[in-house]
């Protein structure tokens, strides 16, 4: 409440505490709201130990303080934490999760894909359902789907994040590795042959190679040139 009464008055204002009859009140700050409950003169002290606020100066029970940048960032941190827990039930089922995914490859590729990544919140604003989203966001890192590239500094998400190989695979077509990436180059090297050649023996021999390759022998292939390129 002590941030959001700052927030009300445009820039950082002085918090005079006081104690009446009635008990602590806060004087002169144009943010406050006289309905609201100000803290105790503990509280205030156990802010300043804690770096929250600036203590001006203290009389008996008054004092006079400002929040301090620290205080004003973990303020913020908790409104966010609890936001995040108001949220209603969201669908993690893939169909909802993954044009949040989308969205994050889109952006970063039209971003061109920048190595220091991409700020979530202002891809997030973009979705159809931001707090959805959010929760969806969560579940792609945790998934090894984006990567976080900065600590979320209280936030309910990673505030910095780019595409993992997982994702390429996924949304740009990479190969699994470089075996398999291997095997996609001989069949389309075999589809070349095949098409290319006009003896209908060679042919079916090459077509009933091709087919073992991306049927029942594609296991066999595979392993074969895990061995050989060594991934």
């Not at 910095?160 to 069949?187: I, K, M, Y």
């Given at each position: 409440?002590?941030?959001?009464?700052?927030?009300?008055?445009?820039?950082?204002?002085?918090?005079?505490?006081?104690?009446?009859?009635?008990?602590?009140?806060?004087?002169?700050?144009?943010?406050?709201?006289?309905?609201?409950?100000?803290?105790?003169?503990?509280?205030?002290?156990?802010?300043?130990?804690?770096?929250?606020?600036?203590?001006?100066?203290?009389?008996?029970?008054?004092?006079?303080?400002?929040?301090?940048?620290?205080?004003?960032?973990?303020?913020?941190?908790?409104?966010?934490?609890?936001?995040?827990?108001?949220?209603?039930?969201?669908?993690l089922d893939w169909s909802e999760?993954?044009?949040?995914?989308?969205?994050?490859?889109?952006?970063?590729?039209?971003?061109?894909?920048?190595?220091?990544?991409?700020?979530s919140e202002a891809v997030l604003?973009?979705?159809?359902?931001?707090?959805?989203?959010r929760a969806a966001l969560r579940?792609?890192?945790?998934?090894?789907?984006?990567?976080?590239?900065?600590?979320?500094?209280?936030?309910?998400?990673?505030?910095?994040?780019?595409?993992?190989?997982?994702?390429?695979?996924?949304?740009?077509?990479?190969?699994?590795?470089?075996?398999?990436?291997?095997?996609?180059?001989?069949?389309?090297?075999?589809?070349?042959?095949?098409?290319?050649?006009?003896?209908?023996?060679?042919?079916?021999?090459?077509?009933?190679?091709?087919?073992?390759?991306?049927?029942?022998?594609?296991?066999?292939?595979?392993?074969?040139?895990?061995?050989?390129?060594?991934?």
């Amino acid at each position: 409440m002590l941030v959001v009464a700052d927030d009300a008055a445009d820039e950082p204002q002085l918090f005079v505490l006081t104690y009446t009859a009635q008990g602590p009140v806060i004087l002169g700050h144009p943010g406050w709201r006289e309905e609201e409950t100000p803290p105790s003169s503990v509280e205030v002290d156990d802010l300043e130990e804690r770096g929250w606020v600036r203590l001006d100066s203290a009389s008996g029970k008054g004092r006079s303080f400002a929040i301090t940048v620290a205080g004003r960032d973990e303020a913020r941190a908790r409104m966010r934490r609890r936001a995040a827990t108001a949220v209603s039930a969201v669908a993690l089922d893939w169909s909802e999760v993954n044009p949040v995914l989308e969205s994050f490859y889109e952006a970063y590729v039209e971003a061109g894909a920048p190595e220091y990544g991409l700020e979530s919140e202002a891809v997030l604003r973009l979705t159809e359902d931001p707090a959805g989203a959010r929760a969806a966001l969560r579940e792609l890192v945790s998934g090894g789907y984006l990567e976080e590239l900065a600590d979320n500094d209280g936030s309910d998400i990673p505030l910095v994040v780019r595409p993992t190989p997982l994702t390429l695979q996924l949304l740009a077509g990479w190969p699994g590795s470089s075996s398999e990436a291997a095997l996609d180059e001989l069949v389309a090297a075999l589809d070349q042959a095949i098409a290319s050649t006009s003896d209908e023996t060679k042919r079916s021999n090459l077509v009933r190679v091709r087919d073992g390759v991306l049927g029942a022998a594609r296991d066999v292939f595979l392993a074969y040139l895990e061995k050989r390129v060594g991934v």
